[in-house]
């Protein structure tokens, strides 16, 4: 028999408020991502996308709502018919399931490349510092990035950096993999390099993807399911296919023909 969490979604938004100040971002935001499900969230700027990343990573938290992780919720729970803020460690909990992929890299500039990748393992998951350094080489060689483990961030090329930090984010082994612009602050000769190796990850894993991108033809490659936000809602939602060829919305077509 399936346990709980094996029919339960990787991610759920359940009536979801997001405000900064009086400006309500996501308003009663409903959706859920299927486990090993890549979804690409596309939009025009300031649609709330990024939002809805951070509040997955519990860089921000909802004002209302809840959100679930594999059924668990992420920062605060229904109890007794009220909204409860759920204890640090809990959070800590679910939060080390989930690896995030930022536009500016976010690597720690004053550690090795090494150093970057098994601070996490060490410090969060506990791991031993050999079998973390083991782990490191295998997806430094995944990312082609072998001869760097001795050099600092900042003696690395842009697509470089992003490369060590998608190896970062693998080790630790997230169920949920987080893709926020990931080749924005790239120049465009470089992005190839950085989504090639994204493709492989897709490929070959079952990690869940929630994807921000503005590289359409990555986001038709890598995603099974596309959804258009627009003023924090969704719009319009369905197979790349269908969203990149024959989108229903106007709001839709006006934005894909704006971007592709
Ligand atoms: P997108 O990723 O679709 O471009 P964002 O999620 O970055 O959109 O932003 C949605 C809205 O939230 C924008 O109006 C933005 O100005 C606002 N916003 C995002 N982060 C903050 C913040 N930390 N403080 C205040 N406003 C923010």
Not at 209 to 238: C, P, W, Y
């Given at each position: 028999m399936p346990s709980q969490t094996d029919t339960e979604p990787a991610i759920r938004f359940d009536n979801v408020e997001k405000r900064f100040g009086d400006n309500v971002v996501l308003h009663d935001l409903n959706f859920s991502v299927a486990k090993g499900d890549r979804v690409t969230l596309i939009g025009p700027s300031g649609s709330g996308k990024t939002t809805i990343l951070r509040l997955v990573m519990t860089l921000e938290e909802a004002n209302n709502g809840y959100i679930y992780v594999d059924g668990e919720p992420l920062t605060h729970e229904e109890r007794g018919g009220k909204r409860v803020e759920l204890k640090e460690k809990h959070k800590n909990e679910v939060r080390k399931r989930i690896g995030m992929v930022f536009q500016q890299f976010n690597l720690f500039p004053n550690m090795t490349v090494m150093e970057n990748l098994i601070?996490?393992?060490v410090h969060v998951l506990k791991m031993s510092k050999a079998d973390a350094i083991e782990k490191a080489k295998g997806l430094l060689e995944k990312v082609g990035l072998s001869d760097k483990e001795n050099a600092h961030p900042l003696e690395l090329s842009g697509g470089q950096q992003q490369r060590v930090a998608v190896a970062r984010a693998l080790a630790m082994d997230p169920e949920i993999l987080l893709l926020d612009e990931v080749t924005s602050a790239l120049d465009p000769e470089i992005v190839g390099e950085v989504l090639n190796i994204l493709r492989d990850v897709a490929k070959e894993t079952d990690i869940?993807?929630?994807?921000?991108?503005?590289?359409?033809?990555?986001?038709?490659?890598?995603?099974?399911?596309?959804?258009?936000?627009?003023?924090?809602?969704?719009?319009?939602?369905?197979?790349?296919?269908?969203?990149?060829?024959?989108?229903?919305?106007?709001?839709?077509?006006?934005?894909?023909?704006?971007?592709?």
């Open positions: 601070e996490a393992p869940t993807m929630l994807i921000v991108t503005h590289e359409m033809q990555f986001a038709r490659d890598v995603s099974n399911r596309v959804l258009m936000f627009d003023g924090g809602k969704i719009v319009e939602e369905s197979d790349p296919e269908t969203m990149f060829t024959s989108p229903k919305e106007q709001r839709t077509r006006d934005f894909l023909s704006a971007v592709l």
